[in-house]
């Protein structure tokens, strides 16, 4: 037994390294020389001026379309480091970020080993030597940041059922939801308030989304980021909240434990079931249906476009009987947003002009990303006919001669009781979706918000009586995508979410001839077996 | 001892078979280099087979005791003499197998319709393009002229996409040349040359890309960055919403394969003006005619080419 762990220990312990190498500088850094310094200033100009800035103040030609915003290198302030809080980072954590990037960011990886045209190990360190230039406190002895250096704990238990229990407790005790939320989708603050030491709006983190966590998602990086705090943002340290080494590594692993496992198919398969199809979320049948994952972008083929959408996955379900099908969208909003402003809308076309200053929607100045002002909603979109062949409408709301039919979603129809799924044909994004007559509104909708989550139930006939809109017919692909806006993040009419297609199928009955070829193969081969042991009995 | 001839024909069979499915992919590996075996496709495994199976059935029949010695296992078989409860497993088994294979080829097979990425479209990229130039590779003799007697003046004029930047770094360094932070080789050059007051026509060109350069990485990372990624290996942080997903530009077979005018052609026209045959539209590309001047199309293009570290392939003679 101790040797089998033994072993164990001693294949992790190779692997450990291997894993972050491509973070760790291979060879010894370089002195500071002005040749290194020229070559940064030259790196600096080419690969990262335009967004952080000629001046380094994170103020370059795309910072005003980048959320997060590009670091402001003269205040030396840096999220991500191995230092304790407030304090300056190592040239090693720059030389990670710079390498790995920072996930879900504009900041991308630099690491000529993962990108063909990435930047040597030499000219990653010019890069941070010159970076450095633009903060003195780097010039200071004073802040030495090796002299700050935070250390991984001495014994790192694997992550297992009693470290994540532990964790849990570690949670609820240093009160991580009041921010992170019950459930860690970032929904614990009830307003929509926080900013960074610049002043701009700070989302809090749904730690359950592995690929928007900046840091890294292994164990050693949770644990690095509330013991040295995120400087420059309201994440502290919890170096002195959570005294305790092993404490903290307890609830690094129940945060890990936490991340969302992406299913990785396209095709949603209905439960089938005798009874009737479930008409809310809260049904049990909805525990046996398979899940899809749906990822989303921001909408960006037609103006308005949106780099900054919030919502980036649903989960989708669905149940379906003789007559009916019912859908189950499920998504995680921090804010539950149920008002509409119509007048608070922006004038796309005044966005959309040829040659204008900009494509993109301002994130900070031209939409207005607050509280009560845009509902949340959402929409299913499948195409009107049947696509012929791989022929389908393009899946931004399809075109003239392909039309789209949409299903959707509205918070704040649901909340004053009316009728919450508003039906449309649309005929590409250049024109508004036009709705369906009051008679052909046939999709019954219904919806909770709970700990950061809508789940929202679309419910309708499989084929509508007049054969308008989509039809549900089994053994046929039907495309599906999704169109999601989250209204506290601004986002109305183009400026939204959007999937591209991924399918709905209902699985035909087996034909009765396939059986029948069966049956017929299993007789045969019996009765010949048969009549060749009689055979064979006989010739005695 | 001698191993009868029914069990030698099956495990003659046992190891073609082997063989083939597993031995031949296994070479391949060292024959090929590659990291991963070449399966041998189902249709052949089957012609071999079949060839397999042919062989021995001449081989089996080919006179009467060997034929008898074939039998001879399986008649006994059929007989009991190697027990009872093992014949009847095998008659049961044999007519299950048959069953399920039956099963196999005639339920309906359930596959999920095939989206290809078109990259050529066979028409529709209108002839137009295909010789189109993009203006700012190769500048005219008057532009070079201009730009010469505005770096003379120190001031030089960029697009207004920038020029906040810009400012910001001219009112930190008011003693240096406004190019100044254009630290690349060839504008350092250009502005030594400048300075001891003979400028080579040829510096100058190249000094006036590396201008044109700067506003197209800035316009790139404005419009195209989100999905295409800082990298232009098609990974930016939104590429993961798409199920096609953005072009990867350091690749070898994308842009590098076609000429600038079809580059220029597919970011005016997007996702939108692809012909028909190029369904399912998969593509998000915008149609960037709507947003976008020409000029400011062909920088971004300048620009992605540079950063992807590629170049157009050149239009044919016609």
């Known amino acids: ?72 290198f003269t205040l030396g302030t840096y999220k991500f480091r191995t230092t304790q809080s407030g304090k300056l980072p190592t040239d090693e954590d720059l030389f990670r970020t710079v390498s790995r990037g920072l996930p879900g960011t504009a900041m991308q990886g630099f690491d000529k080993e993962t990108i063909k045209n990435g930047l040597t190990e030499d000219e990653r360190w010019a890069v941070i030597a010159w970076i450095k230039t633009f903060a003195q406190e780097f010039k200071n002895p004073e802040y030495d940041p090796y002299k700050q250096k935070v250390s991984l704990p001495k014994d790192m238990p694997a ?51 592995p690929w928007k966590i900046k840091g890294g998602t292994a164990v050693e990086d949770i644990y690095l980021r509330f013991t040295t705090g995120i400087n420059g943002t309201p994440m502290p340290s919890f170096i002195e909240g959570v005294p305790k080494e092993e404490d903290r590594w307890a609830l690094a692993t129940y945060i890990q434990s936490l991340q969302h496992r992406q299913t990785e198919h396209q095709v949603l398969k209905p439960l089938r079931v005798e009874g009737a199809v479930p008409s809310a979320s809260g049904d049990a049948t909805w525990t046996k249906a398979p899940p899809m994952d749906v990822r989303l972008a921001g909408q960006v083929t037609a103006p308005p476009r949106w780099q900054n959408p919030s919502i980036e996955l649903v989960t989708v379900r669905a149940v379906a009987n003789d007559k009916e099908i019912a859908f189950l969208l499920q998504w995680d909003d921090a804010f539950k947003d149920a008002v509409h402003k119509d007048d608070q809308e922006l004038d796309a076309k005044e966005l959309a002009k040829v040659g204008g200053y900009s494509s993109y929607v301002d994130p900070y100045k031209q939409v207005p990303r607050k509280l009560e002002t845009f509902r949340d909603a959402i929409a299913l979109q499948f195409p009107v006919k049947p696509p012929e062949g791989t022929k389908r409408p393009h899946f931004l709301r399809g075109d003239a001669s392909s039309p789209v039919h949409l299903w959707h979603w509205k918070a704040d129809l649901e909340e004053q009781g009316k009728r919450s799924v508003e039906e449309a044909i649309a005929r590409g994004w250049k024109q508004p979706a036009k709705p369906l007559g009051e008679k052909q509104q046939l999709v019954a909708g219904k919806a909770e918000w709970n700990d950061g989550r809508w789940s929202v139930v679309m419910k309708r ?39 591209t297609w991924h399918y709905v199928f209902l699985e035909a009955p087996t034909p009765v001839r396939v059986y029948g070829y069966t049956g017929f193969a299993v007789l045969a081969t019996g009765l010949l077996g048969f009549g060749l042991m009689r055979k064979a009995q006989r010739s005695d | 001892m001698r191993i009868n001839r029914f069990w030698s024909t099956a495990a003659t069979l046992l190891a073609i078979y082997a063989i083939v499915k597993w031995g031949i992919p296994a070479a391949s590996r060292s024959i090929t280099g590659l990291p991963f075996p070449l399966p041998v496709p189902g249709a052949l495994v089957f012609i071999y087979m079949t060839l397999a199976v042919v062989a021995l059935a001449i081989l089996v029949t080919f006179s009467d005791r060997y034929m008898d010695e074939f039998v001879q296992p399986v008649r006994r078989f059929l007989r009991g003499d190697y027990g009872r409860h093992p014949r009847s497993v095998v008659l049961v088994l044999v007519p299950l197998l048959a069953g399920w294979q039956a099963w196999d080829i005639t339920a309906p097979e359930v596959a999920v319709p095939a989206a290809l990425r078109i990259q050529h479209p066979s028409s529709n990229f209108p002839k137009s393009f295909e010789t189109l130039k993009n203006p700012h590779a190769s500048p005219p003799e008057a532009d070079v002229q201009a730009f010469v007697e505005q770096a003379k003046a120190n001031n030089v004029g960029f697009i207004a996409q920038v020029e906040a930047d810009v400012k910001r770094w001219r009112e930190a360094n008011p003693d240096k040349h406004a190019l100044e932070f254009i630290a690349t080789a060839p504008m350092k050059k250009f502005l030594a040359a400048l300075k001891s007051g003979s400028v080579d026509p040829r510096a100058a060109k190249a000094a006036l890309i590396e201008k044109t350069l700067f506003e197209g990485r800035a316009l790139y990372a404005m419009n195209c960055r989100a999905c295409h990624g800082d990298s232009t290996a098609g990974d930016g942080p939104m590429a993961d919403g798409f199920k096609l997903r953005p072009i990867d530009f350091t690749d070898n077979g994308t842009i590098e394969t076609i000429v600038e005018g079809y580059t220029f052609w597919r970011v005016t026209n997007g996702g939108p003006g692809l012909p028909t045959e190029a369904t399912p539209w998969d593509s998000a590309m915008p149609e960037w005619k709507l947003t976008l001047t020409e000029e400011e199309r062909w920088k971004i293009i300048l620009a992605e080419y540079d950063l992807a570290q590629k170049t157009p392939r050149i239009p044919e003679k016609h």
């Open chain 1, 1 to 72: 037994m101790k040797a089998v762990r033994t072993i164990v220990l001693g294949i992790a312990a190779t692997l450990a390294p291997l894993a972050l190498a491509a973070d760790k500088p291979a060879k010894a850094k370089p002195a500071e020389t002005p040749e290194l310094l020229e070559q940064g200033r030259t790196v600096y100009f080419r690969r990262c001026s335009f967004c952080h800035g000629l001046m380094g103040d994170g103020d370059g030609p795309a910072a005003e379309f980048l959320d997060p915003r590009p670091r402001d």
């Open chain 1, 159 to 209: 992550s297992s059922e009693a470290t994540i229990a532990k964790g849990k407790q570690v949670f609820e005790r240093a009160k991580c939801w009041e921010c992170h939320g019950k459930q860690g989708r970032g929904d614990g603050q009830k307003a929509f308030d926080r900013t960074d030491d610049w002043g701009f709006p700070i989302r809090i983190r749904n730690v359950t989304h």
């Open chain 1, 461 to 499: 006939a499989l084929a509508a009586a007049d054969a308008s809109g989509v039809q549900f017919t089994p053994g046929v692909f039907v495309p599906l995508a999704l169109n999601v806006w989250d209204g506290s993040n601004g986002e109305h009419g183009l400026l939204m979410s959007v999937s």
